[in-house]
C-alpha cells in the first residue's frame, strides 16, 4: 500500500466522561480565573461537557442534574454566592461612575434575579439620588467635562456632554447640575463626600 493509498482518516480524540469529580475540577478551574454567578457556571459546565456526554451516551437530564449537584456544593460551601457577587459588582460600578440605572441594567444583563439587583442596590452607600450625583461627578472628572473644560470653550461642548451624561443613565437635572458647576474644585468637594 502506498503513502497515497492510505486512509487520511484523524484519530477521533477519546474525551473525558462529564463525572461529578470532572465537572468539580472544570467549575474550580474556571472560578481561578474568572468571577461566575450560578447560571454563567450551569452555562459553562454544559458547554465543556456536552461533547463528553454525547461520546459517553449519557442523557441531557443526568448531566443537568450532574451539573446542579455540584453548583449546589459550591454555593454550600460558599465558593459560589450570587448575592455576594452582585453586591461587589454594584459596588465597582459606583466606583467606576456608573448611574443607578446603569448598575442595575449590568447587573440584570449579567442574570442576576431582581431580589437580587435589589437587594445588591440596597446595600450601597447614600441614597440614589446622592449617589448618582457623585458617580456624575467621577464621570465628568474623568472625561474631563464641564468645569474642565476652558471656559470659553464649554458653551459648544455642552450638548453634547449633557447627551453623554444621559446615555450612561444619569438624570437631567444631575447633569445639568454638574456642568453648571465653575470649577472643578467644586466637582471634587462632590466627590469628597462620597463613602466609596
Known sequence: MD???????KRERKLREPTPQW??????????????TT???????????KPGMEQ????????????????EKLVK?????DAEFANSKARILVRQGKSTSYIRNKLLQLEFTEEQVGDALSALDGSPKTRDLQAAARYVRKRKFGPYKPENTRSERYQKE????ARNGFSYDTAKRLLSLTSS????????????
Open 23 to 36: 465537572l468539580r475540577q472544570r467549575a474550580l478551574s474556571y472560578l481561578d480565573r474568572f468571577p461566575a
Open 56 to 71: 459517553h451516551g449519557l442523557s441531557e437530564s443526568d448531566l443537568r442534574v450532574s451539573i446542579d449537584g455540584e453548583i
Open 77 to 81: 460551601s460558599g465558593i459560589l454566592n
Open 185 to 196: 474644585e467644586e466637582v471634587e468637594d462632590i466627590i469628597a463626600e462620597s463613602p466609596a
Open 3 to 9: 503513502e497515497d493509498e492510505r486512509p487520511n482518516k
Open 39 to 49: 447560571m454563567k457556571m450551569r452555562q459553562h459546565l454544559f458547554t465543556k461537557a
Open 162 to 165: 449633557m447627551a453623554s451624561l
